[in-house]
């Protein structure tokens, strides 16, 4: 039982370029998230996703995109990387609003 | 932006030693949550408290939910090296579709 999984675990970008990080669970979870962790911030919701087919935006969503792709997978897209996107990104899911929130080991992404 | 306000920011105790930390917030929350975030890792819940002036402990962990539900605090009772990490608190207000919001994080260090 893998838990949360998150592809890649470390990424550079360079000013502009786009990419995607990819979250999958595997606990039959309706909830998903996308957090960010900077220094002194503590995280911060970017996108969440209540359940399938549905996204809503969270504290910081300018510059991100999401997908729901199916129960399993939530995705999260930057499409003009920029250097204020560097950051630590965790996807997290849990079985309903208000449970418990298992978290993704993270994305360390740097924006060059 | 940032509604709980947690600390102390850093601390650097010795081995043995008790520990304290805690939030404080300017609304009312209905659940109190303590993470602990290990160095390359994704958060990992440690306590949850659901009613005010709950006391909770987890081993050597033990969290209160404040009365006015502004406020909790973690203390970490003869700590161990494997201690060392990050620790989150995070909020849940009702109504709030099970978002959650977190603290800045106390990074805590312990000196064998």
């Known amino acids: 039982n893998a838990g949360v999984t998150q592809t890649p675990k470390f990424q550079v970008l360079k000013t502009g370029q786009s990419m995607t990080l990819q979250c999958a669970q595997d606990m039959n979870h309706n909830s998903m998230y996308w957090y960010r962790q900077d220094p002194g911030m503590g995280l911060r919701l970017i996108y969440y996703?209540?359940?399938?087919?549905?996204?809503d935006k969270g504290e910081v969503p300018n510059g991100y995109n999401v997908s729901r792709l199916n129960k399993r997978e939530f995705s999260l897209r930057l499409e003009s990387a920029a250097p204020s996107q560097t950051s630590v990104y965790f996807c997290a899911s849990n079985r309903d609003f208000g449970e418990k929130l298992f978290f993704g080991s993270g994305t360390q992404l740097s924006v060059l | 932006g940032q509604q709980l306000n947690q600390s102390p920011q850093s601390m650097f105790i010795q081995e043995g030693e008790d520990v304290s930390m805690n939030c404080t917030s300017s609304s009312i929350f209905n659940t109190w949550l303590w993470y602990k975030q290990d160095p390359g890792e994704g958060p990992v819940l440690l306590i949850a408290l659901y009613k005010a002036g709950e006391l909770t402990s987890n081993g050597r962990l033990t969290a209160q939910f404040g009365i006015t539900r502004k406020d909790s605090f973690l203390n970490i009772s003869a700590s161990i090296p494997s201690d060392v990490g990050i620790y989150f608190c995070a909020g849940q207000r009702s109504g709030n579709t099970g978002k959650l919001i977190f603290g800045q994080g106390t990074t805590l260090q312990v000196k064998p």
């Open positions: 996703s209540a359940s399938e087919g549905t996204t």
